[in-house]
């Protein structure tokens, strides 16, 4: 069963309250920026009409689809088991994600042991805000 965890939802209300990336509690983010800092991403993953799986899975329409439902990518357990507890990819659960991976499925499965194949992180909120706005520019 999928778990929000108390310190993840006081870390989240704090970002949310306190956060540059954030406005009237959205995202604030700017695409163009996003595509530059999504570079950083571009080792492991593709996004575009056609993109294919590198590392990591194509990210394009990401933002609203079910997590670890990319067909054809081998997603690790702790994603997998998020995704079959209901894991959508809303902005604000990739915002929490791309801070930390691992500590974000940790969290959000109440797993200690859970684990993320994804290990590279966006320790700056606004960046992450950035991605998620390119990201969803994305979405048709």
Not at 114 to 138: C, H, N, T
Request: aromatic letters at 8%.
């Amino acid at each position: 069963m999928l778990k929000t965890s108390t310190h993840l939802a006081a870390m989240m209300t704090f970002a949310l309250a306190t956060g540059s990336a954030f406005a009237d509690g959205h995202l604030n983010g700017d695409p163009t920026n996003g595509e530059k800092v999504f570079k950083k991403c571009a080792a492991c993953h593709a996004v575009g009409e056609g993109a294919k799986s590198k590392v990591g899975p194509p990210l394009t329409d990401v933002v609203g689809r079910k997590a670890a439902s990319f067909e054809g990518y081998k997603y690790g357990k702790s994603i997998l088991a998020a995704s079959e507890a209901g894991l959508v990819w809303t902005e604000d659960e990739i915002f929490a994600y791309l801070a930390h991976p691992r500590n974000y499925l940790r969290a959000k499965l109440q797993d200690k042991k859970a684990k993320s194949k994804m290990a590279f992180r966006l320790k700056k909120e606004q960046d992450r805000a950035d991605v998620i706005a390119y990201l969803k520019s994305l979405n048709p």
